[in-house]
């Protein structure tokens, strides 16, 4: 399953990389992509696991920058 969430309050490029960085290294995650420009966090990972590896990402975001919130 591939989605696309909305981010809000990402403040810079750098944090998205870390972002990106941290959420790829979650066991199942089949690829992601934290697009600055966009305000947007794109995530493919297996159907029966995506809910789990979502809110582990949400985690990850938070880490980075607690003040992102990702639009559901």
């Known amino acids: 399953m591939k989605k696309s ?32 420009l966009a305000q947007k966090l794109t995530l493919e990972a297996a159907d029966d696991k995506f809910d789990a590896i979502l809110k582990e990402a949400i985690k990850a975001i938070k880490k980075v920058e607690p003040d992102c919130t990702v639009i559901l």
């Open 5 to 36: 969430f909305e981010l809000e309050d990402l403040d810079c490029a750098n944090c998205a990389q870390k972002m990106q960085d941290a959420i790829a290294k979650i066991e199942g995650v089949d690829s992601v992509s934290v697009n600055f």
